[in-house]
């Protein structure tokens, strides 16, 4: 496995930094599981912990998409990016932005003044779930992404040479970034701010990174088993037309309490229970191409990529359609059934894309043929047990809080203390079993290829 082209190395930068966040994200994870026990065990308290653990979360997913594409344009238009030094200069840009951002939260932690609006504005942290990003911070961010969307379409434009994959992917980044506006502006109406603030994530989430997905999947089955790329753009096709038509009315799975007119209900019910069947198609999709491949030499690149399928489906398909209808979401919104689905959906569909994704590209960024697989596998099954289990736990915490809050009225404090306690404690120990998943696999991350490989063959090819 070797890479086609010398600026396809960019990748491995975004990685690095994807891989660290993604540790910042779970570390700090801990703790919040560890303030539900005890609230004062830090610093700073649940509130900035809670902001760093969302925040890592999406964007060391985005500068994951952001390398994965400098790689998967290249490659799909035969050619050398358009302009490697500006790839360069992005990356970084976007790594001291972030940073930036970070000490931001932290400063604002132990000091909160320091947060107190200036000219209207706040400066540290805009306070909307997901996006808290100052508004400084949001400008640099819009920049850095033209940048990168122009890097892109130049490459594309230099050979003219369009694929199904690289247009979808290309598709849903236009999309994902143009989502990115509605959370730049508020208004003083909640109901108008939340029904914005939506078109951002769930336009993410169940609209275009699932496009990203869509292509990323096609990509990944392609280059692991070699299927024909005819087959594999054809339903990409179905999968991400289907992914809009059940995904975008979907949205108003959101809008069912917010004060925005009743139809709502239906549509939102109606649309977002079809939301599962592409993410099916998916799973399909996967195991079709899986059956019929023939010598496969990227073992573990294969099974993340049909294992993100798998939970993509599971974590966003099931565990969303269980609370999405009205009926259901009237009792169950906003409790730990919402976190446990919160969880389970982003570990399936973007988790385990991008790791999925840096286990195709890397061993051919660092040049190596074979590389022991044995890491690779460890760190797939201690994280995916360990968040099966915190999903189980927090979704019996969730139906303890909806039967004791909603039926029986008993008051929020009351439930999250005592009678949720021991899930408390489950979840955080299973917390450390996800941890310890993530640190195999960092360490994997920087030793892959680097090493010599073990003298006995692990697992012998079949004829
Ligand atoms: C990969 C795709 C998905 C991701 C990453 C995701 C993630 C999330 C997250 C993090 C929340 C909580 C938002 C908050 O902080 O309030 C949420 C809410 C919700 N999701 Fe998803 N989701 C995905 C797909 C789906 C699908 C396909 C469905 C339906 C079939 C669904 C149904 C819901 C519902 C109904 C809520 C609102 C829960 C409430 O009322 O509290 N999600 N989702
Ligand atoms: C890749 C792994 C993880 C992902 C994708 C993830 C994702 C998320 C998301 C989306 C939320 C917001 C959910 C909502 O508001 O409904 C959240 C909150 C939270 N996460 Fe994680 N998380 C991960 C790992 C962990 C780990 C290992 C722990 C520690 C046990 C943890 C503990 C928490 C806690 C305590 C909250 C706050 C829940 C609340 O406000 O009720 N997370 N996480
Ligand atoms: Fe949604």
Redesign the pocket.
């Known amino acids: 496995m070797t890479i086609k082209y010398e600026s396809q190395k960019i990748a491995q930068h975004f990685y690095t930094f994807a891989v660290l966040l993604?540790l910042v994200?779970?570390l700090v994870?801990?703790i919040?599981?560890i303030?539900?026990i005890k609230p004062d065990v830090f610093i700073l308290n649940?509130n900035i912990i809670?902001s760093l653990?969302?925040n890592a979360?999406v964007v060391w997913l985005l500068v994951g998409f952001m390398g994965v594409t400098y790689y998967v344009i290249s490659d799909e238009s035969d050619t050398e990016l358009w302009s490697l030094p500006l790839a360069k200069f992005q990356f970084w840009a976007t790594v001291v932005t972030i940073t930036l951002v970070v000490l931001g939260y932290i400063w604002m932690g132990i000091s909160p003044q320091a947060n107190s609006p200036i000219n209207g504005i706040n400066p540290l942290n805009e306070g909307r779930?997901?996006i808290e990003a100052p508004r400084w911070a949001d400008y640099l961010i819009v920049v850095s992404v033209l940048l990168f969307l122009l890097n892109c379409f130049m490459t594309v434009l230099k050979t003219k040479k369009w694929t199904g994959i690289q247009g979808v992917l290309l598709g849903g980044l236009v999309f994902l970034a143009l989502m990115y506006l509605p959370g730049l502006f508020y208004t003083k109406s909640m109901v108008k701010d939340q029904f914005w603030w939506w078109w951002v994530v769930h336009l993410w989430v169940e609209g275009s990174w699932e496009i990203i997905a869509g292509a990323l999947l096609a990509f990944m089955l392609m280059k692991t088993t070699g299927a024909k790329r005819e087959v594999l753009e054809k339903w990409m096709y179905i999968e991400v037309g289907l992914v809009l038509f059940t995904g975008i009315l979907g949205t108003g799975h959101h809008y069912y309490w917010i004060g925005t007119p009743k139809y709502w209900l239906w549509v939102g019910g109606i649309f977002s229970s079809l939301e599962p069947i592409p993410l099916l198609l998916m799973v399909w999709d996967a195991f079709r191409t899986t059956r019929e491949a023939r010598n496969v030499t990227n073992r573990p690149g294969l099974f993340y990529t049909v294992a993100h399928a798998i939970f993509n489906f599971v974590g966003a398909g099931l565990w969303g359609i269980i609370h999405t209808l009205p009926q259901v979401n009237k009792w169950t919104h906003?409790t730990?059934v919402?976190?446990?689905?919160?969880?389970l959906?982003?570990?399936g569909a973007?988790?385990l894309l991008v790791i999925s994704m840096i286990y195709v590209t890397l061993p051919s960024i660092r040049g190596v043929k074979e590389y022991n697989p044995s890491r690779a596998y460890l760190s797939f099954w201690w994280?995916t047990i360990?968040?099966v289990f915190?999903v189980l736990t927090?979704t019996g915490a969730g139906m303890v809080q909806t039967y004791m809050e909603r039926l029986m009225g008993l008051d929020y404090v009351a439930v999250k203390t005592t009678y949720n306690l021991w899930f408390w404690i489950l979840?955080?120990i299973?917390?450390?079993g996800?941890?310890i998943g993530?640190g195999i696999f960092v360490v994997d991350f920087f030793k892959l290829g680097k090493e010599p490989m073990p003298v006995v063959s692990p697992a012998p090819e079949k004829a």
């Open positions: 993604f994200q779970v994870g801990i919040a599981a303030q539900f649940f809670r653990h969302i979360l779930e997901y906003g730990q919402t976190t446990a689905h919160g969880h959906a982003f570990y973007y988790v994280m360990s968040m915190i927090i979840r955080a299973f917390g450390v996800f941890l993530v």
